[in-house]
């Protein structure tokens, strides 16, 4: 198995190099580019049309611009679009908030490389617009086991800024087929990748026969949570930063889980920095922070 995701990693790479390497002068209809004439001038422009010769583009001041193509000297496909005299670049990670998914899909075609937490590395790609896969394995072993986790998400409704999804973790062990752990979600996210609002339930599950293995008088256990709401939110406050927000409320117990991150934006990295911490729901203590961070390199985005 330790094999197969190495081999699907390898896909992945392989797939955003011959992406990203095209033709330098291969331009797209509606797309933003970041061109460099050969005279060192450099414009971020939407491309309208396009002839053997030459584009014509939309610049940020909103003009119209014809463009030869041999005065240009590189192209750069960007991930945002021009919007009210300014550029706008779009969050590659919008499928995602801290831990839990939002209900965007990530792009066709287009996938992502992260790491959370130094610990815990997540591989995901797109296909069709509707489905995510995601999965990896811990960098180390904890209690003297090899973990690994999967997790398929798929987004059947996707108009405007409504997007629904539904979706699972999976979380297993190499060496045993029938200790597992996961959760099973519905999500809901209303609003851009710049402001949006994300709201679901979640539940979680755990099958352990670990005692029954050990030969202790124990059934194996099969433990099913109440749902569990989720209430997120992100902010767009330039095109480099965004706040975000990821809070568990449980719909039968006084704790939940609150959180609030920084992710810092560039064009195919980006990192999340913040905090989670339990809350008390009806007393005025807060529990210990745990601090979160993520890195996340993105390719294959358009």
């Not at 815990?120 to 995601?134: A, D, E, M, Q, Y």
């Not at 927000?245 to 913040?274: H, K, Q, Y």
Request: no cysteine; net charge negative; glycine share 10%.
């Amino acid at each position: 198995m330790k094999h197969i995701l190495l081999t699907l990693l390898i896909f992945f790479i392989s797939g955003f190099l011959s992406t990203t390497y095209s033709s330098e002068h291969s331009f797209v209809l509606d797309y933003t580019y970041r061109i460099t004439l050969h005279d060192g001038s450099s414009h971020i422009v939407q491309v309208i049309s396009k002839s053997e010769n030459a584009i014509t583009a939309k610049g940020i001041s909103g003009w119209g611009i014809t463009i030869e193509l041999d005065k240009i000297e590189k192209s750069e496909l960007l991930y945002g679009e021009i919007r009210n005299g300014r550029y706008i670049q779009y969050d590659p990670n919008a499928s995602r908030l801290l831990f839990i998914p939002t209900a965007r899909p990530i792009q066709h075609g287009a996938g992502s490389i992260a790491l959370y937490e130094m610990v815990f590395p997540l591989v995901s790609f797109g296909l069709g617009n509707i489905l995510t896969l995601s999965g990896g394995a811990p960098f180390i072993a904890f209690s003297g086991r090899d973990y690994f986790y999967f997790a398929p998400k798929i987004t059947p409704f996707s108009s405007g800024n409504l997007d629904l999804a539904f979706g699972a973790m999976y979380m297993g062990m190499w060496e045993y087929e029938d200790d597992d752990a996961g959760i099973l979600y519905t999500i809901g996210t209303l609003g851009s990748s710049a402001k949006a609002l994300t709201i679901g339930l979640v539940w979680s599950y755990q099958y352990d026969v670990t005692n029954d293995r050990l030969g202790m008088d124990y059934e194996p256990e099969d433990r099913t949570s109440k749902p569990i709401a989720i209430l997120g939110g992100e902010l767009l406050i330039n095109n480099a930063i965004k706040l975000l927000t990821e809070n568990w409320i449980p719909l039968d117990g006084d704790n939940a889980l609150t959180s609030l991150a920084v992710r810092f934006i560039g064009s195919e990295m980006s990192a999340d920095m913040g905090f989670f911490a339990p809350t008390p729901l009806f007393s005025d203590r807060t529990g210990r922070w745990i601090p979160w961070a993520s890195f996340v390199y993105n390719f294959g985005y358009r």
